[in-house]
């Protein structure tokens, strides 16, 4: 079992930052990857950036240049700094975690989600 809770959200001016905070708790030698997804209303939930154990990284197209992902192993801990924040990056957040459990089953787990507005 991995616990995941996010912290950092809150309302912002178009242009302006902040930074998304995911801790890990439980059995965190099993992660094999994080990320960060996405849901505004009425939308599907979607990745906004990923980071393998490896460190390995992937982003959206649309956060590409303004968002960074980035990982402390040592606090099991996985951030989201965003920059040059629009309108459209509205959303709450939701930290995920990629776990393979001791029976090589690969699982995924959620943290609450984090509500970022950002208003125009």
């Known amino acids: 079992q991995v616990q995941l809770v996010e912290s950092g959200g809150g309302l912002v001016q178009a242009g302006g930052s902040l930074r998304l905070s995911c801790a890990a708790s439980?059995?965190?030698?099993?992660?094999?990857?994080m990320g960060w997804y996405r849901q505004a209303p009425g939308k599907q939930r979607d990745l906004v950036a990923g980071?393998?154990?490896?460190?390995?990284?992937n982003y959206v197209d649309s956060v590409k240049g303004r968002f960074t992902i980035s990982r402390d192993n040592a606090k099991n801990t996985v951030y989201l700094q965003m920059n040059s924040l629009k309108p459209e990056d509205t959303a709450v957040y939701y930290c995920?975690?990629?776990?393979?459990?001791?029976?090589?089953?690969?699982?995924?787990?959620w943290g609450k989600g984090t509500l970022v507005t950002v208003s125009s």
């Open positions: 980071i393998t154990s490896g460190g390995s990284i």
């Open positions: 439980g059995s965190t030698f099993s992660i094999n990857a």
């Open positions: 995920n975690a990629v776990v393979t459990n001791p029976a090589n089953h690969v699982m995924n787990y």
